[in-house]
């Protein structure tokens, strides 16, 4: 064999590799799907009235251990306007995520010096209006539904004592962020 063909050959096993190697990496649960959640969640089940919602959400509460953070789902009674949520939410250590009508929790940052967390909620309102502009006569809303939070059993435990909170689940402290659920939850059900 001469060095020339030598030369084709090599090329020709390097493309039949790589394309096998790209073959076999796009079939990769990685890369092919979305990253399972770890098995805890939180929301209402589908099919599960609102009263059950409520009281499973009230057990957790119960359980959560006051020295231990952990995340949790507030969701409030009506929704509220970012002013009135962020006063109600004002004792928490962190704020993960809001939740907006049925959509996906959208994560938020803290807010840094010189801002409150009206200021981030407006701001990521502002967003996703910005994100809806031009498509028909859909608005983006200006309330939210909920939130997804950060703190221990204890601070949990005194935000749901406000009246403009419907519930609050909290998951076990092993719980780590992007690896939860995040279900709606149907406040307005009878």
């Known amino acids: 064999m001469t060095v020339e063909s030598w030369r084709k050959t090599i090329a020709a096993v390097c493309v039949i590799g790589l394309v096998a190697v790209v073959l076999l990496l796009s079939q990769s649960d990685r890369t092919s799907r979305?990253?399972?959640?770890?098995?805890?969640?939180?929301?209402?089940?589908?099919?599960e009235s609102l009263?059950?919602?409520?009281?499973?959400?009230?057990?957790?509460?119960?359980?959560a251990p006051a020295g231990?953070?952990?995340?949790?789902?507030?969701?409030?009674?009506?929704?509220?306007?970012?002013?009135s949520a962020a006063?109600?939410?004002s004792g928490l250590e962190r704020v993960n995520a809001m939740v907006l009508l049925s959509a996906s929790a959208m994560p938020i940052p803290e807010p840094v010096a010189g801002e409150t967390r009206?200021?981030?909620f407006r701001r990521q309102l502002d967003r996703v209006d910005d994100s809806l502009a031009g498509i028909g006569d859909i608005t983006a809303?200006?309330?939210?539904?909920?939130?997804?939070?950060?703190?221990d059993g204890e601070a949990f435990r005194?935000?749901?004592a406000d009246p403009a909170v419907l519930a609050v689940e909290v998951l076990p402290p092993d719980a780590a962020w992007g690896r939860f659920g995040v279900r709606p939850v149907d406040a307005g059900e009878s």
Request: charged share 25%; no cysteine; hydrophobic share 45%.
């Open 118 to 120: 009206d200021d981030v």
């Open 87 to 89: 006063e109600v939410l």
């Open 34 to 47: 979305p990253m399972a959640v770890n098995g805890d969640a939180v929301g209402q089940e589908t099919g």
């Open 51 to 63: 009263e059950s919602y409520v009281g499973r959400a009230e057990q957790s509460l119960v359980e």
């Open 158 to 160: 005194s935000v749901a």
């Open 68 to 83: 231990e953070n952990a995340f949790g789902m507030i969701t409030f009674a009506a929704p509220l306007d970012p002013e």
């Open 141 to 151: 809303p200006r309330e939210l539904n909920g939130v997804v939070a950060w703190d």
